[in-house]
Every structure is written in C-alpha cells, then in structure tokens.
C-alpha cells in the first residue's frame, strides 16, 4: 500500500539534503519542533497544511512544487505497485477429477469423459 505521508516525507527530507541543511535548521525556521520534523520526514507523521506551509518557506519551496514531485513520486509508485500485481499469476478454473467410463474394446474417438458437476476449484496458473 502507498502511503501518502511517506512520498511527502521523503520529497521534504530531498528537498532538505539538496540545500544541505539540518533538520534542526529547518525545525527551527519553519518553527516546528525537531522531533516532530523528524517524524513528518520519516512519514509517521501526517503534516497539515499549516505545517507544510511553514516547512515549504522555511525551505523556500513553493508548496506546489513540493506536491508535484509528491505526485510524480506517487504515479512512480503506483505503477510499480500495478507491475507487480500484474507479475501475480491470473486465476483459473480447476475441474475436479474427471471420471472416465470403461473404454475396453471401443474405438477411441467415442470415448466419453464426464466432468463432475459439484464445485470448481480456483488455483493460481
């Protein structure tokens, strides 16, 4: 599962080491405690709009230009996400065991196999 608070943690933490700044800069301009920073940039935080505001100025980021890479990172994921659940093998049908009727001594063209006609089971391919 994606999830959004991580890509945006991981786009603020690039945007931060690009400008070789610390977290404690950072915290400290855009008024927000390191710890919770921190958190935010490990995506177990989820940042409202007020604190990305002032992390984007503190940054001096525009806060679209932050959601774009979010977005571009986010459509990376999904694809890659979709890759690999199309690499899952596609389900198909299972007949139980057929039944065959004796065939001794008929021509093998007019054998009859019969399929039973309880459940079917599903299996991976």
């Known amino acids: 599962m994606i999830l959004l608070r991580r890509l945006l943690g991981d786009v603020l933490r690039r945007q931060r080491q690009r400008q070789g700044r610390t977290l404690r800069e950072v915290s400290s301009s855009a008024r927000v405690s390191l710890g919770y920073l921190s958190e935010v940039e490990r995506g177990q935080k989820e940042a409202s709009s007020e ?20 977005s571009d990172e986010l459509a990376l994921a999904e694809l890659a996400e979709s890759a690999a659940s199309d690499a899952v ?11 065959v ?25």
Do not use: F, H, W, Y
């Open 51 to 70: 604190l990305l505001s002032s992390i984007c100025d503190a940054l001096d980021v525009r806060m679209s230009e932050l959601m774009r890479e979010v």
């Open 101 to 125: 009727t004796s065939v001794t001594g008929v021509p093998e063209e007019r054998v009859t196999i019969k399929a039973p006609t309880e459940a079917v089971d599903v299996v991976a391919a």
């Open 89 to 99: 093998p596609p389900m198909r049908p299972v007949l139980n065991p057929l039944s």
